[in-house]
């Protein structure tokens, strides 16, 4: 039996209602919005800012979260290197359904490795793919550590942890780069406004 990878007698079926009616029926445009940052740099957070304020503006939005996805689709995925791979590509692979829905799709995840974010934008037509990295310091980040992770990874009881004993590469073009000021972390709502301005400027917000 033939794997899907490889299967060469299945056909694509087009449904005569397409992305551009979706997006004529919501009033906006689908993308992804792609958060990307160590643990603890306030993705989750910042993920769920950006929904709550665009429910507020009446635009329909899905939070697609790292931890919340491993407690389903990808909870057959461990932490290597080809595991973290796999899970960034399904998780590529459902955003794109959901931006072709017509929905702001908003994935929050640490996607530590630049090719496999890289290759999740190319998933995405349009420039529709926006990396936000949340760039905030290892140090504030493991001083915040509210799941007790980065004690765990400096005890030696996790490997492979993201920023202690394996690297992150930061996006080199990202649509938008988020830190803090003077030493402050900007307030979450604060964060989201900026993002959601980013999505009305470049018109996702109108259909």
Known sequence: MSTLGNSTNIFWHE???GK???QKLLNQKGCVVWITGLSGSGKSTLA??????LHSRGKLSYVLDGDNLR????KNLGFKAEDRAENIR???????????AGLVCIASLISPYRKDR?????MLPDKSFIE???????????ARDAKGLYKLARAGKIKGFTGIDDPYEPP??????????????PAPGAMAGKVVSYLEEKGFLES
Do not use: T
């Not at 769920?48 to 304020?53: G, T």
């Not at 890289?118 to 190319?122: E, F, K, N, T, V």
């Open 15 to 17: 449904c005569p209602v």
């Open 20 to 22: 551009h009616e979706r």
């Open 48 to 53: 769920c800012s950006i929904s709550r304020e």
């Open 71 to 74: 407690h389903g689709l990808n």
């Open 90 to 100: 399904r998780v590529g692979e459902v955003a794109k359904l959901f931006a072709d």
């Open 118 to 122: 890289d290759a999740c934008r190319a």
């Open 132 to 142: 936000v990295f949340m760039n905030m310091p290892l140090e504030l980040c493991e």
């Open 172 to 185: 080199l073009k990202c649509e938008m780069e988020l830190s803090q000021r003077d030493g402050i972390c």
